[in-house]
């Protein structure tokens, strides 16, 4: 199978990371569709990252979907998501706060790199600084630990250390003042790993 799409997004690097600690073999094909719009709507009819292409030619989008593939692939015993109960529920919790920080951070990131000056709508940029630091603080707040669901390791650690990262590199602002210390230090441990230091962040 191959993942396509670059690990600038921290989408498809999210995917890529659990590719490898699930040992699930893959090609890459390094795609940017802000470079190439026209490879990016051939693989994906909305034009996005990530995509992952598997051996009898089909596509799966988006990473929610591709990472949910991949845990059915693996099976429980191996799945970085808990397979019932509480534990589960709180692990896609968290993940689903650490995307949709993601898609305010990237929504605000665009606001001003994609439009002229002139046509930046600032309240609504502060409005999604808002959401992102609101999901930041939920998952900051999160019981002390080595990890977010404390010793176990899960896809919800994957999702926020990327985030973190992203928002390192491309939106530092957010959080520059050192107000989310335990993610930081979470990031920190994440980027460590074999999985990460793999599939590292690229530069914009």
Known sequence: MKLIGRNLSPYT???AIAMTLLDVPHEREYLSVTADPARGLQVNPVGRVPVLELDDGDRLIESGAILDYLMELVGPAKSPVPPHGKARRDCLRLMAIASG??????????EVR???AEKVHGPWREHLLRQ??????ALNDQPQ???????????ADISVAVT???LHVMLKESVADGRYGHLEGLRDRAEALPAFRAHPLENP
């Open 13 to 15: 690097r999210r995917v």
């Open 114 to 116: 994609r439009r002229p």
């Open 101 to 110: 920080v993601l898609d305010k951070a990237v929504a605000a990131i665009y």
């Open 164 to 166: 973190m990262s992203f």
């Open 132 to 137: 992102v630091e609101g999901g930041l603080s």
């Open 145 to 155: 630990g080595p990890w977010l669901q404390g010793e176990h390791f899960s896809m």
